[in-house]
Every structure is written in C-alpha cells, then in structure tokens.
C-alpha cells in the first residue's frame, strides 16, 4: 500500500519530534531567565515581500485553529487583534475583540499546565514575561505584523526544543486525540486510530492544508465510522506519511504540479527523480545532439545515455520507485492514482517516451505541458484535468496513449492556421508508437516509400501549400486554411479541386522561376503516382496520418531551405 511506502521513506528523513510539523517563524522576543525582556528578532527567510520566517520544528495538533504550545500569531501569543479587513460595526468589532482574548487566554493557559507538568524553567521565563511585563504594549512598539507567526527565545535558547517539552506535548497530543480501543490502525496494526489526522498536508494546488483522511459530512462515513476512522490509522503513522508528503511537495526535485493535481515522486535504494525531464528536457537534456539523427534505436540510445548519469544503487532489486498523484478540495486530499516500479523500469518507459516522441525536425524534447497544450485552445482553462495523468501514465508506466488525446489534437488542427505545431506531431506520433496499428511508418522523418493513402493525402496538402505559396507569396488565406478540415476528414471532396487550382500555380512558376517549378512538380507526380484514389472518407487513425504526413513533408521543405541558406 502506497501509505506504507511513505512511512518507509520517512525512515530515511530527518523528522521533526512526535507533535511537531516544520512551520516558519517570523518574529522572537528574546528573553533571559527570569522573564525580563531583551529585544526583538526578526527571522528572515530570504522570500522578500512575502516572507513569511525561518522554517522551525515546532508543536502543531490536529485541529490548526486551537492555541498552540509556544508558537502561534499575534492574536494567540499577545492578545492583539489583526488589523481587520474592512470596516466593521462596534457591535462585530466586540465580538472579535471576544474572540482574541479566548484565544490569548487558552495560549497562556497551555503554558501554564506544560509548567506544572514539567517544571521548566524555559516555560517558566515565559510565563514571568506575561507577569511582570507590559507585553501589549511591547508587541505594538515593535510594529510587528499580527498575522505572522511568533514564538520565544530564552538566553539564545528556543523552549520548545526542551526534551521535557517535548515530552509534553507529545503526550498531551496523544491523550486528547479520540481513540477507539475496538479499532486498531490498519497500518501498523498495533495502535488505536484516532478520530482526527494529528497533521495536515500542505501544498497540493487549490488547497491551503488537509488532510488524506478525513469524513466531514455523513455522505462520506462508512459503517458507522466518522472523521479519519473511515481509513483507521494511529497518530504515529499518520505524522510519519504526512510528513513524508509535505517534504516531497516542499522539494522542487520531487514533485511535478500539473494543472490541478501533483504528483510526488521518491525511490528506495537510488536516487532518481523524472521531474526534470518531465517538465524541463530541454535543460535535463542539455548539450544532447537533438534533431540530426533518423535512426530510432540511435535516438533510444540517445535518450538511455541521458538518464545513466544518475546515481542508482547497486542492488536492484532495493531500486524501488514511487509516484503517487494527489489533488484536493477545502475540505481533504485525494490520492488519484499511484505507481511501484523500480527505477531501471521507470527509466526505461521514460526512455521510451522521448524516443517515441521524437522527430527530427524539432531541436529539442517537449515536456508534458506541452503536449498537453496542444489538445486544447488555452490550457489554463480547456485542458482536462485527466490528460496530465494520461501522459504521465505513458510516459512513466509504459501505458499507451488513449485515443480521446488524439481525437482533441486532430480537432485543434482543424481549429487552427497552424494545424500541426511541434509538440502536436510528436503528441500523434506518441499515439501510434504505444499503440500497435501503425508501427511500420517511419515517423521520426519523412517517408517517401509510405503507401497508406491518409499519409500521402497529407504529404500532397504540404506539397499544393508550397506551391501556393511559391507563386503567390504570402495570401491572406491559404488553401491550409481553407481546406485542411476538409481535406484532412474526406480527401475526395476536396482534392481534385486543389489539383486543378495547383495547375494554374505552376503556370506562373513556370515563367517566373522555372529550376523552382521543376521541383515542385516533380514533388507533385512522386506523390500523387502513388495515389490510386482519394479515399471518401478517412477514420480518426487515418486523420492522424494525414496530420503526420502533412507535417512530415512541410518540416523537409524547411530542412532543405535552411541548407541551401547555409
């Protein structure tokens, strides 16, 4: 089970102490023994406007709104109210002036009870501040902003990393968390689960912080069990998984954000993360010598070359990978989909990928992103929030392209001037390769020796374009245009009129550029003696061979011209 292998992984982290979570810290007052104020610090953590502290291991519990031990805003740890956000009638500013007051009174009473029940001298300190200080009236001083979090440092020292406070809250965090003795976590399967997830997972898109498990409503209960009960796990388990999420999302080389999901990648015995290649292959390929050669298994060997610099353990058979892909709503996360491979595996299907996408033409790989953008109008609003996953799923389980990605690609190629851009002829020639009907064709260039009549259809939509544009120039609109919807759908509707069209073209070439009018109608017979007929019809497959064939021919031409330039 994927939770599992999160728990493992946490084995190989630095995890904070049990009731604690990485948090920042923005402000410390500093005090000496007795409690006697010193100065003020402001923690920076190097983001600028928007900084928001140091990121420090500090007491945290499942329910984010309740006072915590030590750490908290300027509401909880000194009773001052946020600035509010709009202007408010006497009888609302009187009852969040309530609201603040309980929340300052339930933070100094946690001090109070870790006091009694540890007898630190640090906690101590604290307390004497609030005894024996102005403390309002120092916070306002420092002109602090209320909203960031604050904590206390007592001669240089940070209470909360006492041993005996620790000790504290891990013990009070244990003994407030509703427990069932009847059911016992379904992970380690020695603890009782708990009612709530002590911890939450912060960084999955359109979410501020939830939790994996979790039944809010009774839609969502199941036999009777509420809250984190539907999925019984204990307060150990659930620190370790959630904290091995928040690092992977917190990790720039562990995580790849797409669209409304993220996908959070780790291994066992290697180091090896995709996410690079995924989302930048230009920069993880590098000096790569892309575009010249037309050999696939040159190309394969190419990409293999690319992720064999990558640190792997020696023992294979420890080589796991992971990848798990989660969203989220307001109120919880989801994990959508997950993988367990090993990294041999998952290198080579990503080996794989990029050959499959590979064309000659283009002078560097494309990411997802790309190749999903070219399914759909604007990709910040049209794209499915499925078609990530579909990709990803090729690219890293080896799995084949599902039709409905070729189906949106061939329609935005009719929607557009540009019908068939780069990343949409290496998304068609994905679609192919992972499925088995049209291996033959050789797709990494043009093929002159191919006979599929959608592929020649497409080849001569190319060749009538040169020629169009050989004799007039640049047109407001081209036969491209026009008639590549049609073209591309029912070639023998159409055809017989561009032929008839081209004649008067090649006319004018004739007089005008006559070497140039030789080309293009020897161009012109090689592909139409190939074709015995324009079929009436052509199928979703044969509209992506048409598209190929189109593309294929129009990125020789500029080949060819880029030559003779040079």
């Given at each position: 089970m994927i939770l599992q292998k999160l728990i493992e992984h946490s084995q190989k982290l630095d995890m904070p102490p049990a009731g604690y979570e990485s948090v920042p810290i923005k402000y410390i007052f500093d005090l000496d023994e007795n409690g006697k104020f010193i100065e003020t610090a402001i923690l920076d953590g190097g983001a600028g406007a928007r900084d928001t502290g140091i990121l420090l291991n500090t007491p945290t519990q499942a329910n984010q709104k309740a006072a915590k031990l030590l750490v908290g805003n300027g509401e909880f740890v000194f009773g001052v109210r946020k600035p509010p956000k709009e202007e408010e009638t006497k009888e609302k500013r009187t009852l969040e002036e309530k609201k603040v007051a309980k929340r300052h009174q339930e933070f100094k009473a946690l001090l109070e009870k870790c006091d009694r029940e540890t007898?630190?001298?640090?906690?101590?300190?604290?307390?004497?501040?609030?005894?024996?200080?102005d403390y309002k009236e120092i916070f306002r001083n420092a002109n602090f902003d209320s909203n960031n979090r604050i904590s206390f440092r007592i001669?240089?020292?940070y209470p909360f990393n006492g041993e005996e406070i620790k000790k504290f809250w891990a013990s009070r965090n244990k003994s407030s968390a509703t427990k069932s003795e009847d059911i016992i976590c379904h992970l380690c399967e020695?603890?009782?689960?708990?009612?709530?997830?002590?911890?939450?997972?912060k960084g999955i898109p359109n979410s501020k912080a939830t939790a994996l498990i979790s039944a809010n409503t009774n839609a969502f209960e199941s036999y009777g069990l509420h809250n984190s009960k539907v999925g019984p796990v204990c307060t150990d388990c659930a620190e370790k998984f959630t904290f091995t999420i928040n690092h992977l999302l917190s990790d720039e080389d562990s995580h790849l954000t797409v669209g409304k999901q993220v996908y959070v990648f780790w291994s066992k015995g290697g180091e090896f993360s995709p996410v690079k290649a995924l989302q930048k292959p230009d920069e993880f390929f590098g000096e790569m010598d892309f575009g010249k050669s037309d050999d696939p298994e040159e190309v394969k060997l190419m990409f293999k070359s690319a992720f064999s610099g990558k640190k792997v353990a020696i023992d294979n058979h420890d080589d796991k990978f992971y990848a798990a892909a989660l969203s989220a709503t307001e109120a919880r996360a989801t994990l959508r989909d997950w993988l367990e491979t090993t990294i041999p595996k998952a290198k080579g299907n990503l080996v794989q990928y990029f050959t499959n996408c590979y064309i000659k033409y283009q002078d560097h790989p494309h990411g997802i992103f790309s190749l999903a953008s070219s399914t759909v109008f604007d990709a910040r609003k049209d794209l499915p929030p499925n078609t990530y996953t579909k990709l990803l799923n090729t690219a890293l389980k080896g799995a084949r392209l599902p039709e409905d990605l070729l189906y949106r690609a061939i329609n935005r190629a009719k929607a557009e001037k540009k019908p068939i851009t780069h990343p949409r002829a290496s998304l068609i020639k994905l679609y192919f390769l992972t499925n088995s009907k049209h291996k033959e064709i050789n797709m990494v260039q043009l093929d002159t020796k191919s006979q599929k009549p959608a592929y020649l259809c497409g080849r001569l939509m190319a060749v009538l374009e040169e020629i169009q544009a050989g004799a007039l120039g640049s047109t407001n609109a081209t036969i491209v245009d026009r008639y590549y919807g049609t073209a591309s759908t029912a070639p023998a509707t159409v055809f017989s009129t561009l032929l008839s069209g081209s004649r008067h073209h090649l006319a004018k070439l004739r007089k005008g550029k006559p070497g140039y009018y030789t080309n293009l109608e020897k161009k012109l017979q090689e592909v139409?003696?190939?074709?015995?007929?324009?079929?009436k019809v052509l199928s979703l497959e044969e509209q992506g061979l048409f598209a190929l064939g189109y593309y294929h021919q129009k990125q020789e031409r500029f080949q060819k011209t880029e030559k003779e330039e040079k």
């Open positions: 007898s630190s001298k640090l906690i101590a300190a604290v307390l004497s501040f609030y005894k024996t200080a001669n240089r020292k020695k603890n009782p689960a708990v009612d709530r997830l002590p911890t939450k997972i139409v003696s190939d074709l015995h007929e324009f079929p």
